[in-house]
């Protein structure tokens, strides 16, 4: 099994090996999106890999931060992929939650996001992984981050990773 480490969250993988050629899938991203605008929003500190929302009340700060894996620089078809999404859990008025979005997946399982609040979900509202197959179906396979504070534009993110066709060499 190959690691992809990603500064605290990771991503893994495994290939199996064919005798026949198959295809290989670039990354290319992440592109960020709130409300309608092509950008970050303006009140969430936004990585390629994390999010963190803070915000004072009764001259308290609260803050939580989201950290998910990068996905693969590279994938094949059948390659399995899994995903985590980590979320710390400051009880109070800086909620955070999020999940995983993704086109291009076969035979997925496990759970795609993670939340602050403790009423998440019941089993671990905190940690959260799905393994799937890579299976990109469409001329435009993704991965995306949906993740913020409340979903609204400049509180809530989508954080987007395509994938292209490498050349032929």
Not at 71 to 99: K, Y
Request: aromatic share 12%; proline share 5%.
């Amino acid at each position: 099994m190959r690691h992809a480490l990603n500064s605290r969250r990771y991503s893994t993988y495994s290939r199996t090996v064919l005798t026949t050629a198959r295809e290989t899938w670039v990354r290319k991203g992440p592109t960020f999106q709130t409300g309608d605008d092509l950008r970050k929003p303006k009140y969430l500190e936004v990585s390629n890999n994390s999010l963190t929302y803070t915000t004072e009340k009764d001259g308290k700060q609260w803050s939580n931060t989201l950290t998910w894996a990068t996905p693969p620089e590279s994938l094949q078809p059948g390659d399995t992929v899994t995903m985590t999404f980590d979320s710390t859990s400051q009880e109070g008025w800086a909620n955070v939650g999020g999940w995983w979005n993704i086109n291009c997946q076969k035979d997925g399982k496990g759970e795609p996001g993670a939340g602050s609040a403790k009423s998440w979900r019941a089993a671990d509202p905190h940690h959260g992984a799905c393994t799937f197959n890579f299976n990109p179906k469409s001329d435009k396979p993704y991965m995306q981050v949906s993740a913020g504070h409340d979903a609204v534009r400049d509180q809530w993110v989508l954080v987007t990773w395509y994938y292209e066709r490498a050349a032929a060499k």
